[in-house]
């Protein structure tokens, strides 16, 4: 009987395909984990603000999501009013979420538009940011992530340069 002997870069290939596959599954749990922060300091921000909550509250949440999920760590008190606070600082009233939006998506007609063509240039047509995005919480869900992202790669990897695809 022969022994097949393959080429390692096949098999590195393989690997390789692992690889970007476990991450991409880490980053969509990150990003379903983000989006559920977000949720939930919302409901908290929102029950303290109108005063239906206050800070003993809080801690009976804190105390009965530990009860009924012990392994999860964040839902402690210090967690839920992180969570508040980062609903606050990206909520869609928030001057942040309003910057980002001129920033990102500067006002355009809401009919598409050709561009003007140049010698060197096709003639493209410009959309609109309303047919790029269904909803403004299809939006906001994008810049949650898109921020959240960004604070990760610059406080995880400081050193590192990654390349921002806005």
């Known amino acids: 009987m022969k022994k097949l002997i393959k ?3 096949e098999f590195e290939f393989i690997v390789t395909l692992i690889n970007e596959s476990r ?3 880490y980053q969509k749990v990150n990003e379903e ?3 559920l922060y977000f949720k939930v300091g919302k409901i908290v921000s929102e029950k303290v603000t109108e005063g239906s909550w206050g800070d003993g509250t809080v801690n009976e949440l804190a105390a009965f999501i530990e009860k009924k999920i ?3 760590s964040s839902f402690n008190r210090r967690g839920l009013y992180r969570m ?3 609903y606050e600082i990206y909520s869609k ?3 942040c979420f309003t910057l ?3 920033t990102k998506f500067p006002k355009v007609s809401p009919m598409a538009t050709p561009s003007p063509e140049t010698e060197n240039e096709l003639n493209e047509i410009v959309s609109p940011v309303a047919t790029q995005f ?3 919480e299809n939006l906001h869900d994008y810049f949650i992530l898109a921020e959240s992202y960004n604070f990760i790669s610059d406080n995880l990897y400081p050193d590192k340069e990654y390349i921002n695809n806005d």
């Open 7 to 9: 080429n390692n870069s």
């Open 23 to 25: 991450n991409r599954a």
């Open 70 to 72: 012990p392994e999860l």
């Open 33 to 35: 984990l983000v989006l």
């Open 134 to 136: 269904q909803n403004i």
């Open 100 to 102: 980002w939006l001129q």
């Open 93 to 95: 009233s928030s001057e």
């Open 84 to 86: 508040k606070q980062f």
